[in-house]
């Protein structure tokens, strides 16, 4: 619901993203601060601002797959593996620019969970979820027991840094520009990708495939499309944490993060792009908090045991997902656009 006095004479101002100039000065002084942080946050503050960042480009990616087009997804962990180890091979075998490495990184991931999204076209439910689980384990499997001249097998690769016209991007300064960047890009893509043709089929499907199918929309395109999206986005969020990290190994990609991911869209909200990106700044920050004082807890109390400790924090971060699934289904921007709607229309019930 728009305030009182701005309506829409056209379809194009329809589906406008930014539709008062209160809200694009809004945008435009955001975005001022995310592009100073490094000037005024402290290095710490930047650091898990990097891990955010790339975070949002994985998140939206399996928002545009799970939250618009209704595909469950449990491996979009894996999906940034596979982009990841492109990244990183391409960057230390070929010395391949990140211009470079990092586009073709989101297509190798494409391409991957492309072939997933196929299987998309005749299950549903509880068994797609089974079969994108299992595309974790073949990613772990492949990894570990391909010839480790390919990948690295249990060793991982080291990627080196990312350079621009002959300058190293490797401080915690160079990378957050680096990561926000792409993640503006991405995100802005996304946007686009939700209001075009693709998005309104992907809503579609979502909400009744056999009548989408009636409509003339090719239900099976649309399906394995979605998978191919949220890979790529996944492929991308991968190559950006290979050059963060400098360093990539299997451990790093396992269905606890998948979960994680899922996570972020259910907190935020599912199908609002924006909702995305608000469950990624929430369930992270309650990770940096878990990893800050976990360890004085466990200090505080060593009869416990610190894998205790650790233990019963993640368990309190299972508790704040399970609540959400039970209180707040919809997540957190279904609330704030009730909270709009209800001042808007103040005091009128309705």
Same mark, same amino acid.
């Given at each position: 619901m728009d305030p009182s006095g701005v309506f829409s004479v056209s379809y194009r101002q329809d589906r406008k993203l930014v539709r008062t100039k209160w809200q694009a000065l809004f945008l435009l002084g955001f975005m001022a601060l995310?592009?100073?942080?490094?000037?005024?946050?402290?290095?710490?503050?930047?650091?898990?601002?990097?891990?955010?960042?790339?975070?949002?480009?994985?998140?939206v990616g399996l928002q545009i797959c799970t939250g618009y087009?209704?595909?469950?997804?449990?491996?979009?962990?894996?999906?940034?593996?596979?982009?990841?180890?492109?990244?990183?091979?391409?960057?230390?075998?070929?010395?391949?620019s990140f211009l470079l490495t990092i586009p073709l990184s989101g297509l190798s991931a494409a391409a991957f969970g492309f072939l997933f999204g196929l299987t998309a076209a005749r299950i549903k439910g509880f068994y797609l979820a089974l079969t994108t689980i299992a595309a974790q384990f073949i990613f772990h499997f492949a990894v570990l027991n391909l010839p480790s001249s390919w990948m690295g097998g249990s060793n991982g690769v080291t990627v080196p840094a990312a350079t621009l016209f002959g300058?190293?991007?490797?401080?915690?300064?160079?990378?957050?520009?680096?990561?926000?960047?792409?993640?503006?890009?991405?995100?802005?893509?996304?946007?686009?990708?939700v209001r075009s043709r693709f998005g309104r089929a992907f809503v579609a499907v979502r909400d009744d495939d056999v009548a989408a199918g009636i409509?003339?929309?090719?239900?099976?395109?649309?399906?394995?499309? #979605?998978?191919? =999206?949220?890979?790529?986005?996944?492929?991308?969020? &991968? +190559? *950006?944490?290979?050059?963060? $990290?400098?360093?990539v190994g299997v451990d790093q990609f396992t269905l606890f993060n998948s979960i994680f991911f899922i #996570?972020?869209? =259910?907190?935020?909200?599912?199908?609002?792009?924006? &909702? +995305? *990106?608000?469950?990624?700044? $929430?369930?992270?920050?309650i990770q940096e908090v878990i990893a800050t004082v976990g360890p004085n807890i466990a200090e505080a109390v060593p009869f416990l045991g610190g894998d205790i400790v650790f233990a019963s924090m993640n368990m309190f971060l299972g508790g704040v997902i399970a609540m959400f699934m039970i209180l707040e289904p919809r997540g957190l921007m279904h609330r704030w656009n009730i909270i709009k709607s209800s001042y808007r229309i103040w005091p009128f019930p309705y």
């Amino acid at each position: 619901m728009d305030p009182s006095g701005v309506f829409s004479v056209s379809y194009r101002q329809d589906r406008k993203l930014v539709r008062t100039k209160w809200q694009a000065l809004f945008l435009l002084g955001f975005m001022a601060l995310l592009y100073l942080a490094p000037f005024y946050a402290s290095p710490r503050i930047v650091a898990i601002g990097n891990i955010m960042l790339i975070s949002a480009v994985v998140a939206v990616g399996l928002q545009i797959c799970t939250g618009y087009a209704g595909q469950i997804n449990l491996g979009q962990a894996a999906f940034m593996g596979v982009g990841a180890y492109t990244a990183g091979l391409l960057a230390q075998k070929y010395q391949m620019s990140f211009l470079l490495t990092i586009p073709l990184s989101g297509l190798s991931a494409a391409a991957f969970g492309f072939l997933f999204g196929l299987t998309a076209a005749r299950i549903k439910g509880f068994y797609l979820a089974l079969t994108t689980i299992a595309a974790q384990f073949i990613f772990h499997f492949a990894v570990l027991n391909l010839p480790s001249s390919w990948m690295g097998g249990s060793n991982g690769v080291t990627v080196p840094a990312a350079t621009l016209f002959g300058l190293k991007i490797s401080s915690t300064n160079g990378l957050f520009y680096l990561n926000l960047v792409f993640a503006t890009i991405m995100i802005a893509g996304a946007f686009g990708i939700v209001r075009s043709r693709f998005g309104r089929a992907f809503v579609a499907v979502r909400d009744d495939d056999v009548a989408a199918g009636i409509m003339g929309i090719n239900v099976a395109r649309t399906k394995a499309t #979605a998978f191919l =999206i949220g890979a790529f986005y996944a492929g991308v969020g &991968g +190559a *950006l944490w290979a050059y963060m $990290i400098r360093f990539v190994g299997v451990d790093q990609f396992t269905l606890f993060n998948s979960i994680f991911f899922i #996570a972020m869209i =259910i907190v935020g909200g599912m199908g609002s792009i924006t &909702g +995305a *990106l608000i469950g990624v700044f $929430i369930i992270r920050m309650i990770q940096e908090v878990i990893a800050t004082v976990g360890p004085n807890i466990a200090e505080a109390v060593p009869f416990l045991g610190g894998d205790i400790v650790f233990a019963s924090m993640n368990m309190f971060l299972g508790g704040v997902i399970a609540m959400f699934m039970i209180l707040e289904p919809r997540g957190l921007m279904h609330r704030w656009n009730i909270i709009k709607s209800s001042y808007r229309i103040w005091p009128f019930p309705y």
